[in-house]
């Protein structure tokens, strides 16, 4: 499955998602840490593959522990409790570099505050250059 692990707030997200939180083209958190519903658009691939993994197998568990377990068989070392905060960084520094909107990754990350969010302005590839594509004066000619 694609790493799409970066969408999620926390483990204990993906593990209560339920197959009826899977429809209409989004994902939608119910029981998040911030206690507000969440709904994230998904591809036709992701679902499918979301679909077939809960009718097969149910919900997710132990997500993190297999996670870690993993983890340990890499060459990839990380400071301590940071085993699932570096799938969030990593998707949200590349949801940036690939031109992702600062504030669609506020929703995503579900950030109550775009100063949170705003770390990751800079990967935008143009993030400087939309100061002067945007600027409204920038077209006036004299």
């Known amino acids: 499955m694609p790493d799409y692990e970066g969408l999620l707030t926390n483990w204990s997200e993906a593990e209560g998602l339920k197959l009826q939180h899977i429809k209409n083209g989004q994902v939608v958190f119910t029981d998040t840490k ?17 679909e077939t993994h809960m009718k097969t197998h149910g919900r997710f568990f132990d997500c993190i522990k297999s996670f870690r ?4 068989t890499t060459s990839i070392k990380l400071p301590q409790g940071q085993s699932s905060q570096v799938l969030r960084h990593t998707f949200a520094s590349h949801f940036m570099m690939n031109g992702g909107n600062i504030l669609t990754l506020q929703k995503i990350l579900s950030h109550s505050t775009i100063i949170m969010t705003m ?14 594509r945007l600027n409204p004066v920038s077209n006036i000619t004299s």
């Open 34 to 50: 911030s206690k507000k519903k969440r709904a994230i658009p998904i591809n036709e691939e992701l679902f499918k593959q979301l």
């Open 119 to 132: 770390r990751y302005a800079h990967l935008a590839p143009e993030h400087l250059q939309d100061a002067v």
């Open 69 to 72: 377990k993993y983890l340990k």
